[in-house]
């Protein structure tokens, strides 16, 4: 399959810093000459029939547009139902991410997004780019926010720099921003001739924009303008933070150090498990560890060297127990390979029960939890964590414990103080350049909050500092609430089971080892119930035994 291309990292070193931007995205100031189209895909076929089509024409232009629209239901965010990618010419794809699995999303457009020489550019990028990882595992490299661009221009001096305002003020275009179009059901079966228009033209004007502004800004000269490359660089995956609107000039290192990069996780580059065995003084096998702590047993004089390879350990005292029951699990070698695709690079640790409900669990179920830490590739990793997403909301439903992204947070804002903050700061650092309507409202919000027609510096100094949040005392974490939920009906192990049955289901993985188990610590649990174990410090009827495992440890016993 034809890919984006790719610069070699020996290539690249070999030019200058501000070289290295003029060469991965080729900026220039030629305009595409393709004919306007709009391509709306919703299956992988119709991508498979436009995609060669559509490498052709990003790559050629290497400036994109990039939006998304989304559905919002009684003022909670559904997923992105469409994705807006364009060139300035007029060419726009859009995907309705809504009607793919996560797992047929094409490579190409996976390939476009993270794709870091192709650069992406709109209003709010940062935003729709947190958007698509969380809701479809989808990684947006390379964008930049035009406002970062376009802050310094005087035309835009005091004014707002809202897609449609740059639109205006740069192209003399007037976006539609109806309401009706805006908040349609994105999600319907099929998007009218509007919607197409509205969403394509977001996408397309953004692309517009930045030529503009590359234009304004090179002032005339041929070539590269390396001051216009550096603003770039500087701005290049920024979340777009006002406090650097009023800044002359981009952003300082220092600054940029304040500000959140997006951030995704890296893969493993190294093997997790070096699968080291430990063994008792007769050389039964205890259990697998890392070399990291089987170094520790000879450091510490309380075991000996057996053999290198595979490195293994002899404790010099007979252990406190041999492996019975879950714990013969970890007597098992366990491979450094994706236990769901068997892929053997680039992995992450997967949490089957995440770490924001186990954490409430008693100490005794955190214990030897490597069970339930697997690998996944970084495509199946985003795969589960999507597909985690659905279960954690029907959690959300059944104990009545809202997700911590809902309107029940650990803090309450108060809408009408953030206001007035906001209107003092904007006067305080712009206020001799806002329009005059402009400087009269924020001012009126100032007045009508502090009850006196006359606004002193030390009044809109004080109004800056004005706390806009208290604590939500009421707020209980999502996990913590699940897990009370549980305690009184059916019990954490059925929680715990209830995860990881989940994980079986989803994924279907084909690498697991054959002594994972839904059960794993179950029996171990009851038995130390059974004997009254002194790690039993809390109240057993949490953990929602049932009769049929105790008579079966019972069993196991005798």
Not at 51 to 80: A, S
Not at 379 to 392: F, Q, Y
Not at 438 to 461: A, G, M, N, P, V
Request: aromatic share 10%.
């Amino acid at each position: 399959m034809y890919a984006l291309k790719k610069y070699p990292i020996s290539t690249i070193a070999a030019v200058s810093a501000l070289g290295i931007i003029a060469y991965k995205f080729g900026f220039s100031r030629r305009l595409c000459k393709e004919n306007g189209k709009y391509i709306v895909i919703e299956t992988t076929d119709e991508w498979n029939l436009h995609e060669t089509e559509i490498i052709t024409l990003f790559k050629r232009c290497q400036i994109l547009g990039i939006d998304c629209e989304w559905v919002t239901v009684e003022n909670k965010r559904k997923p992105v139902s469409l994705l807006q990618l364009a060139t300035d010419s007029g060419f726009c794809v859009l995907v309705r991410l809504s009607y793919f699995p996560v797992w047929l999303i094409p490579p190409v457009l996976i390939d476009i997004l993270s794709n870091e020489t192709l650069l992406k550019v709109g209003v709010g990028v940062a935003e729709d780019a947190n958007k698509l990882f969380n809701d479809y595992g989808l990684e947006v490299r390379g964008f930049v926010d035009l406002r970062y661009l376009a802050k310094d221009l005087k035309e835009l001096q005091g004014k707002n720099m809202s897609l449609k305002s740059l639109g205006v003020e740069l192209l003399g275009i007037d976006l539609n921003k109806s309401k009706e179009v805006r908040c349609s059901n994105w999600n319907a079966p099929h998007l009218s001739e509007e919607q197409v228009k509205y969403a394509a033209n977001d996408a397309i004007i953004a692309a517009k924009i930045f030529n503009v502004i590359q234009r304004k800004k090179n002032k005339g000269c041929l070539g590269i303008n390396e001051e216009f490359l550096g603003e770039i660089e500087n701005c290049i995956d920024i979340p777009f933070k006002q406090s650097f609107v009023n800044n002359k000039g981009p952003p300082t290192l220092s600054a940029l150090k304040k500000s959140s990069r997006i951030q995704y996780g890296m893969p493993r580059q190294k093997p997790m498990y070096g699968n080291c065995q430990l063994v008792a003084p007769d050389g039964e096998l205890l259990c697998i560890l890392n070399k990291g702590k089987a170094e520790w047993y000879l450091k510490k004089g309380i075991g000996d060297k057996v053999s290198e390879e595979p490195l293994t350990v002899r404790l010099k005292f007979e252990p406190s127990g041999r492996p019975k029951l879950d714990d013969v699990f970890y007597t098992k070698e366990k491979l450094n390979q994706c236990v769901v695709c068997g892929n053997i690079e680039n992995f992450h640790r997967k949490f089957v029960v995440p770490s924001d409900y186990r954490k409430y669990f008693p100490d005794l179920m955190k214990k030897n939890v490597s069970h339930d830490i697997i690998l996944l590739c970084d495509l199946c990793h985003k795969k589960s964590n999507i597909l985690d997403k659905e279960l954690r909301q029907k959690l959300a439903e059944l104990c009545d414990a809202p997700l911590s992204y809902q309107i029940y947070g650990k803090y309450k804002y108060n809408c009408e103080i953030t206001k007035v903050r906001s209107a003092a700061r904007t006067l305080l650092k712009s206020g001799d350049k806002l329009p005059e309507n402009r400087y009269e409202e924020l001012k009126k919000i100032i007045s009508e909050h502090y009850s006196t027609s006359y606004i002193t510096d030390d009044i809109l100094k004080q109004a800056c500092l004005l706390e806009i949040s208290t604590s939500n005392n009421t707020f209980i974490p999502h996990g913590l609430k699940v897990n009370q939920y549980f305690c009184k009906n059916g019990g954490l192990i059925q929680l715990e089971k209830i995860w990881r049955q989940h994980f079986l289901d989803s994924m279907q993985p084909q690498f697991l080892s054959p002594m994972w188990s839904v059960d794993h610590n179950h029996k171990k649990l009851a038995l130390k119930v059974m004997n009254h174990d002194k790690e039993i410090d809390f109240d057993v009827s949490i953990l929602g035994l049932t009769p049929e495992l105790m008579e079966e440890v019972e069993d196991f016993e005798s």
